[in-house]
T-cell receptor
């Protein structure tokens, strides 16, 4: 089955630790995205990548980093510099060169204490 | 910046009634609009989409209406069922020279009363 997977579903970390969230897709999509979702708010774009080895900052990139070494994978690292990291993180992918829907993963809920 | 907003944050309907969820957008360059359904603790799921050159599109029990004059989008769900209870997001897509940009509304929480 084609789709996007995110792991783990729940993640707990102590304040001051970096943590990496996994996102893998087998849809052969070129574009991948990371969003953050907080209660009562819409999705906010953290980073996106249109092609391997290239990525751009979204609206709230501070305290986050990404890599895109493979087309299928777009891991997100939440660093200790992120002031309020506890949130629901969603990964998505889409076809490039077409205004087309995004396919979302199931999300990772990160709790930092 | 872009703005995609929903008129009502919550909506309660009786099972079997029709539901209408509204959305306003601000970017005239948006060429594609999508409705997503998100159940608690899960990622958004695609419901239906519409291109900017259309004003109506129907799916199974759902209809999306687009009014470009007033920049308004609506999702109609016929014969609402308990399984329709979820948060519904509208999103607009703009194809730019740096790639697809997607903008999301805050969501409307739909509760279906049995």
């Amino acid at each position: 089955d084609g789709g996007i997977t995110q792991s783990p579903k729940y993640l707990f970390r102590k304040e001051g630790q970096n943590v990496t969230l996994s996102c893998e897709q087998n849809l052969n999509h070129d574009a991948m995205y990371w969003y953050r979702q907080d209660p009562g708010q819409g999705l906010r774009l953290i980073y996106y990548s249109q092609i391997v080895n290239d990525f751009q900052k979204g609206d709230i990139a501070e305290g986050y980093s990404v890599s895109r070494e493979k087309k299928e994978s777009f891991p997100l690292t939440v660093t200790s510099a992120q002031k309020n990291p506890t949130a629901f993180y969603l990964c998505a992918s889409s076809i490039v060169d077409s205004s087309y829907e995004q396919y979302f993963g199931p999300g990772t809920r990160l709790t930092v204490t | 910046g872009e703005s995609v907003g929903l008129h009502l944050p919550t909506l309660s309907v009786q099972e079997g009634d029709n539901s209408i969820i509204n959305c306003a957008y601000s970017n005239s360059a948006s060429d594609y609009f999508i409705w997503y359904k998100q159940e608690s603790g899960k990622g958004p799921q695609f419901i239906i989409d519409i291109r900017s050159n259309m004003d109506k599109r129907q799916g199974q029990r759902v209809t999306v209406l687009l009014n470009k004059t007033v920049k308004h989008l609506s999702l109609q769900i016929a014969a609402t069922q308990p399984g329709d209870s979820a948060v519904y997001f509208c999103a607009e897509s703009v194809l730019t020279n740096t790639g697809n940009q997607f903008y999301f509304g805050t969501g409307t929480s739909l509760t279906v009363i049995p």
